[in-house]
């Protein structure tokens, strides 16, 4: 497997992933929001091509998507909004998720981002030191219970860092 980032070539294949990674269950026909939000993200001004990395095989087909884009934490761009994150379910539980955070979160301590936020469930993201937002002083842009709005500070993250969050604008479309 090799992680790297984005290309204008794999636009069709990560919507793809999201499709597949994030079907419903029931087998309802509707289009995953998280394939098209991905779509979104790519043309609004929070878009940072450097968070947008695929997990490939060894053919270098697509098998792994995950992205950040810049968050607001009390009106400031201090923060990247991780996601959404998803794996082909061929690939599930073989690590592919955990290389894409480890590299997503390697990226941004490398460029000095202070703080990576998402929503996500309570027991696989504190494996990758993400704890309840609130305990930073960053609040959810929406009630949603503090075990699954987390964060993660960075070393560059400083204590002044508080408020509340602000994904980038498509997210606000769901």
Excluded: K, N
């Amino acid at each position: 497997m090799l992680i790297r980032r984005e290309t204008p070539a794999d636009v069709d294949a990560i919507r793809a992933v999201h499709s597949a990674a994030f079907a419903q269950a029931d087998g309802g026909d509707g289009v995953p929001v998280e394939a098209t939000l991905v779509d979104a993200l790519r043309v609004d001004e929070g878009w940072l091509p450097a968070y947008s990395l695929v997990a490939t095989d060894s053919d270098g087909q697509v098998v792994g998507h995950v992205v950040a884009t810049r968050g607001r934490v009390g009106g400031a761009p201090v923060a990247l909004g991780l996601g959404p994150l998803g794996v082909l379910p061929d690939w599930q539980r073989r690590g592919v998720g955990s290389a894409l955070m480890h590299a997503v979160l390697g990226a941004a301590d490398a460029r000095d981002e202070p703080l990576v936020v998402l929503l996500g469930h309570p027991d696989y993201y504190p494996r990758f030191g993400f704890r309840p937002a609130v305990e930073l002083g960053v609040t959810p842009p929406q009630p949603w219970g503090p075990q699954y709005f987390m964060a993660r500070p960075m070393h560059a993250w400083r204590e002044s860092i508080r408020g509340e969050f602000r994904y980038a604008g498509p997210f606000d479309d769901l």
